[in-house]
Nanobody, 129 residues
Framework: QVQLVESGGGLVQPGGSLRLSCAGS????????IGWFRQAPGKGREGVSC????????YDADSVKARFTISKDNAQNTVYLQMNNLKPEDTATYYC??????????????????????WGRGTQVTVSS
């Protein structure tokens, strides 16, 4: 079955850390741009961090720069999102997506996210004391 599988969400206190994983199952992430998006209750879906799986180029939203780091493991066919210094406003459902016809900046900042080729089911991140 071809799908993206997210894991690693949970409940963490402000200032804490989590690492999310997005694994490609049934297909290789080579030639894809992979992105992490998030959606909080009552808000729209926003791009957080994106990476080109082939050349490793990345893009981070201003709201997470210096706190979140996106990376990849070619052997594991997986993309990671290391989230440090988490804040209550980071609370959201986090989704990963994959598409072949976009760049990292266009994926993270564009409005065409609903048309991306693959989406995971999401993983909940809650930042609360």
């Amino acid at each position: 079955q071809v799908q993206l599988v997210e894991s690693g969400g949970g409940l963490v206190q402000p200032g804490g850390s989590l690492r999310l994983s997005c694994a490609g199952s049934g297909f290789t992430l080579d030639y894809y741009t992979i992105g992490w998006f998030r959606q909080a209750p009552g808000k729209g879906r926003e791009g957080v961090s994106c990476i080109n799986f082939s050349d490793g180029s990345t893009y981070d939203a201003d709201s997470v720069k210096a706190r979140f780091t996106i990376s990849k493991d070619n052997a594991q066919n997986t993309v990671y999102l290391q989230m440090n210094n988490l804040k209550p406003e980071d609370t959201a459902t986090y989704y990963c997506t994959a598409d072949r016809i976009t760049t990292v900046q266009r994926m993270c900042t564009g409005t065409g996210w609903s048309g991306y080729e693959y989406w995971g089911r999401g993983t909940q991140v809650t930042v609360s004391s």
